[in-house]
């Protein structure tokens, strides 16, 4: 992994390209945990779903329902500022073709693990997507066959609920199969399992 992102440094020197780190407030109740960084967006950023489109969405939501200081992500200095909110990824690195192979979501699962296991509890993980959503079960040690993936599903983890979303990407988006009302809707149920 280390050579490609050798290459992606080479061809943009001023590209973060390392693992991207969380962002937020380590002992936040809402967490939401995405796929991997973006080519243009968290690898050239160092941010979670900064610079590119599918972050967009994502931060109007999270400032809509109260978990955003700002509408945007802009820059690791905007001075954007989470509340009781932390984003992560299930992979940390940009993958080749920004498809992640199991070898990374494995890879990458005791970071998931560990960010899980220090969650306050009655929390709330959003899992954008079906790769986050079996990564978060893969690091409780649990049994996909008892925990399917489906937009608007909520599992009951005994720590925390888990939260399924489709992923905010291009492709969902523009091909309507995520929504911006399906995406409010998402945010306001997280919301209200939050303040309950």
């Known amino acids: 992994m280390s050579g490609f992102l050798d290459e992606v440094q080479e ?20 967490l939401i945990v ?16 900064t610079g590119d489109h599918a972050g967009i969405l994502l931060y109007q939501m999270l400032h809509k329902y109260g978990f955003g200081s700002r509408d945007q992500s802009e820059a690791v200095n905007d001075g954007l500022e989470l509340i009781d909110c932390r984003i992560t990824n299930a992979v940390k690195c940009l993958p080749p073709d920004n498809k992640p192979v199991g070898a990374e979501i494995n890879t990458c699962n005791a970071f998931l693990a560990n960010e899980l296991e220090l969650l306050p509890k009655s929390s709330v993980v959003m899992a954008l997507g079906g790769i986050a959503h079996r990564a978060i079960i893969k690091a409780r040690g649990l049994r996909q066959a008892d925990y399917k993936f489906g937009h ?22 523009n091909t309507g199969r995520l929504t911006e009302a399906m995406f409010d809707d998402i945010f306001a149920k997280a919301r209200v399992l939050l303040d309950k």
């Open 34 to 49: 995405g796929l991997a960084p973006g080519m243009h967006g968290a690898n050239r950023t160092g941010r979670p779903f």
């Open 11 to 30: 061809r943009y020197p001023d590209y973060y390209c390392r693992p991207v780190p969380p962002f937020g407030a380590s002992e936040a109740r809402f």
């Open 152 to 173: 608007a599903a909520l599992h009951d983890l005994g720590d925390f609920e888990v939260l399924d979303s489709y992923h905010c990407s291009r492709y969902n988006t």
